[in-house]
């Protein structure tokens, strides 16, 4: 299984930018799918995370501004980024609970390499 993430770039305070990350592979099918960042010197933290049945939880310090969604036929996650801030600079990390099919089905955690966001001021 692989996450492909693409997106990410430089942009100017209350602009927007949308992430994506598509997994691919022997994928049954999907638990949940969530972004993460990790700002220089920080923690990684989680931003927004999506549940199959729809479910979402966001940060606090995203609310209102950042949508994730999904395109289940794609198994592809995607997290809108609105009225960004320069706080929002950070490597962001998709990350995809999912169920696949070896010897046997079993669930398992993936990540997509970091895509870096950067907010100009």
């Known amino acids: 299984v692989q996450l492909q993430a693409s997106g990410g770039g430089l942009v100017q305070a209350g602009g927007s930018l949308r992430l994506s990350c598509a997994a691919s592979?022997?994928?049954?099918?999907?638990?949940?799918m969530a972004w993460y960042r990790q700002a220089p010197g920080k923690q990684r933290e989680l931003v927004a995370l999506?549940?199959?049945?729809?479910?979402?939880n966001y940060a606090d310090s995203v609310k209102g501004r950042f949508t994730i969604s999904t395109d289940n036929a794609k198994n592809q996650v995607n997290l809108q980024m609105n009225s960004l801030k320069p706080e929002d600079t950070a490597v962001y990390y998709c990350?995809?609970?999912?169920?696949?099919?070896?010897?046997?089905?079993?669930?398992?955690?993936?990540w997509g390499q970091g895509t870096q966001v950067t907010v100009s001021s």
């Open positions: 592979g022997k994928i049954v099918g999907i638990n949940h």
């Open positions: 999506v549940t199959s049945g729809g479910s979402t």
């Open positions: 990350n995809a609970n999912l169920r696949v099919s070896s010897i046997g089905t079993y669930s398992a955690s993936y």
